[in-house]
């Protein structure tokens, strides 16, 4: 399969949008994609080296926001939603732009609604994948139109960004992936590469796309699997009872999880799993192309045939997973109790154009994950009502619908650590 995008593609193309990386194909895709692996590596995106430890330390400072921002909702029933949208859309614009949003900030939630309504739009589109014909439809044109209003006024936000990074750049304290791509681009000049780097696109307006993509992608997809762990935990309580067990046994009561205990946390990596696999966040992977004729499993596939991974049949087969509807986290571990993922598990894709950011959203999932169970017992809100439903609204990502839960402090032991009074709300916010 080739690391070509059709169908969509062809529509924004049509409409002279500005590909970025999620949107663009060919030469273009490649050099970006070389760009922003690299860079978000050295920026902290890898498992190994300094790098790990400073994007966990940037995780962690969310994480403890995170947590007192909940201390105050204790045993309301709380809509997790928007103080997980700020908390994870903080993490990707920090590493991207240097910047951080207070909960409630009005251009935050504007940006947010933007974003929500982006992928609403974007699945909506997902028909005229298989019929191309149907872009023409006015129902389709109107949401491409109004696609493109959006992706204007994020745009003049991103581009505000960039001027500020333009007047304070200095090539010898690199702050974020801005400063990354503003040397590169100079870089490109001085060497002749600019072209080869971004096939005749605006720099700048190739960069406001690319940090959109990032943005999006990095925020929607983990805020939605985070959601999906919390109704799971409700639905589950024996599950979240052991991974409580597992965690107090492991790290103890006097501090938050870390990166470095994951390998000793079996079964709270293989629910986090089990909630990718379940949910499958991002139903479809993106439209590919066949460059050559291909045969697979007694079909023909003619060349260049657009494929669309279906994730989600993949791990709802009955044939690859025992009693796919049901909630097993066990199912990902081995007889020695060792977490195993089978080749079929691909919640980020497979390939070349699998996940550009798998790295971080593993360690995103864990550490908030992790972090809230240690912390709250997570209880079904109201005493009335029933569980909340475990279906889905469809988008470009599965989200459950709109929900609420209560939050239990879990019984403190008698360690005056920073952890506890964070847990308590006696700290001011990322004070750790
Ligand atoms: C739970 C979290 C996430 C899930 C489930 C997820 C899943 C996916 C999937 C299924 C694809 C398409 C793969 C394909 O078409 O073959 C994708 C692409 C992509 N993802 Fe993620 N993703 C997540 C988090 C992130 C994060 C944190 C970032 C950014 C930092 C990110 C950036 C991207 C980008 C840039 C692409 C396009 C790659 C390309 O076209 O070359 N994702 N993701």
Redesign the pocket.
Known sequence: MS?Q?LGILQIFNEINFISG??N?DGRL?KEQ?KF?HDK?RRLG?TYSGQGKHEMEARIMKEVEVFLHTLSKERNNSTDLNPILCTSISNV?CS?VMSVRFKQKDAKFTRFMNLIAEGFRLFGSLNYANFFPIMRYLPGLQEVIKKIAKNRTEMAAFFQETVDDHRATFDSHNMRDLIDNYLMEIEDAKATGRSEELFQGKEHDRQMQQIIG??FS???E??K??LLWAVLYMIHEPEVASKIQEELDRVVGRNRLPKLEDRPYLPYTEAVILEV?RISS??PL??T?SIHQETKLGGYTIPENAHVV?L?HAVHMDPNLWDEPKAFKPERFLNQEGKVCKPEYF?????????????V??RM??FEFFSSLMHTFHLRKAGEDSGLPTLEATTGATLTPLPFEVSLVQRPLQDSPHEFLNTCQGLRPAGSL
């Open positions: 690391c995008k990386i999620i663009s895709w994609r922003l978000l995106m990707i590493l993509d990032l992608a990095g925020m997809t983990i939605t699997t990718l966040v991002v992977g993106t590919h991974p994730l691909m919640p980020f894709g497979v390939g070349r154009r699998m996940c550009l950011g798998d971080l959203a995103e999932l």
